[in-house]
């Protein structure tokens, strides 16, 4: 965070502990200023300093007598859960994030505020498709593509080309999800396609980080299609995506887009050390997963750090049936129980039991 949005929001709690002092008129010009720090939280990145700001900003907004601004706030902090969903993990994140974005629709009807509605609507959707992971997937997934179809309404590549592309990658990620349910190649295809409009508008030279992110996507698509057809191909088009994205989102700019898209490098490396090279695509698979973990720590990102140490366990484990069995069979040990710092059975209890029985069968190798 900024080190003057730290002095800003220290000094509105510090002087400004309840509005009851002030003229009706200087009361909304405070809750005015507090909304356009916690807008600022959010573009920096500070999710739950911008969610507490909006929250105290929320206190002295009436519903009825100011819909508009009462929607602008709900709207931003179903944005704030939702990313702490994604950082963090946990359902309450996700459930308040879809909570707070059902109070804002209500007030932003498609044809008085068609900007505000599709803006909704998107994030109604990326937040649905995060309950997806825990609720029934299924009907969630479809709910969030009925949602960014809605969007598609407003967001049209000719009068919002940026937002429109942005949908698309929505809709991709949607469709690769699905494939996991039902229709596998033919989603992952409609997946491909998506990008392929997205593509259209995120010009590397002009959207950089609009190209990087599709290429992500893209990446994953791949990756997820090699499991169904032509394997090595579709995971080496899954490199290729990947490290293209890889040109924009650099360590020192982009440290939390750098790390994810390093372990799906890592990821993709420990797949393809399944048909091919297997040594060589394994110590590409430790570097990559490394170099995700220079940039993700259990106190920035918990849930990627340990999906990144389980991935490193996994490629340990499977280098010890190749050479230095005990050391390696002690390195993946290691990285399975950094992984359970954070996969508890209690918060995680899927991906603890995973992890669990990953961690006794590389066990089982030193017997």
């Not at 479809?142 to 919002?160: H, P, Q, R, S």
Request: net charge negative.
């Amino acid at each position: 965070m900024k080190n003057w949005l730290v002095i800003t929001l220290f000094l509105v709690f510090l002087f400004l502990p309840s509005f009851n002092s002030f003229s009706e008129s200087e009361s909304k010009e405070l809750v005015k200023e507090l909304v356009d720090l916690a807008d600022k939280l959010l573009d920096e990145k500070a999710y739950k300093d911008a969610l507490d700001t909006y929250t105290d900003a929320l206190n002295d907004v009436s519903e009825i007598k100011e819909p508009q601004l009462y929607a602008h706030i709900k709207l931003h902090q179903g944005m704030c859960y939702r990313m702490l969903a994604e950082r963090e993990g946990g359902d309450v994140n996700i459930k308040e994030a879809v909570r707070s974005l059902s109070e804002a629709l209500k007030y932003y009807d498609s044809k008085k505020y068609p900007y505000e509605y599709a803006r909704t609507k998107v994030e109604m959707g990326r937040a649905l498709h995060a309950v997806s992971e825990s609720g029934d997937k299924e009907i969630s997934l479809k709910e969030a593509l009925k949602a960014f179809d809605e969007t598609l309404k407003v967001f049209t590549i000719d009068k919002y080309p940026v937002e429109y592309a942005q949908t698309q990658i929505d809709i991709g990620d949607g469709y690769v999800d699905l494939s996991y349910i039902r229709d596998a190649e033919k989603n992952l295809l409609v997946a491909l396609t998506s990008y392929d409009e997205a593509m259209k508008i995120f010009i590397i030279d002009k959207y950089p980080m609009g190209y990087a992110k599709t290429q992500n996507s893209i990446g994953i698509a791949y990756w997820t299609l090699s499991k169904y057809k032509q394997q090595s191909k579709n995971l080496n088009s899954a490199l290729s995506a990947y490290n293209d994205a890889l040109r924009i989102f650099t360590k020192d700019k982009h440290p939390y887009e750098y790390a994810v898209t390093e372990y799906n490098l890592g990821n993709t490396y420990l797949y393809l050390s399944k048909i091919v090279d297997t040594e060589g695509n394994l110590g590409r698979a430790i570097n990559a997963f490394n170099e995700a973990l220079s940039a993700r720590t259990i106190a920035n990102d918990p849930v990627g750090y340990a999906m990144t140490q389980y991935g490193l366990g996994l490629v340990y484990s499977a280098l010890a049936d190749i050479r230095d069995r005990e050391n390696n069979v002690n390195k993946a040990i290691s990285s399975f129980e950094e992984a359970l710092k954070v996969y508890t059975a209690t918060d995680f209890p899927k991906h603890y039991n995973m992890v669990i029985s990953s961690l006794e069968n590389v066990k089982e190798k030193l017997k």
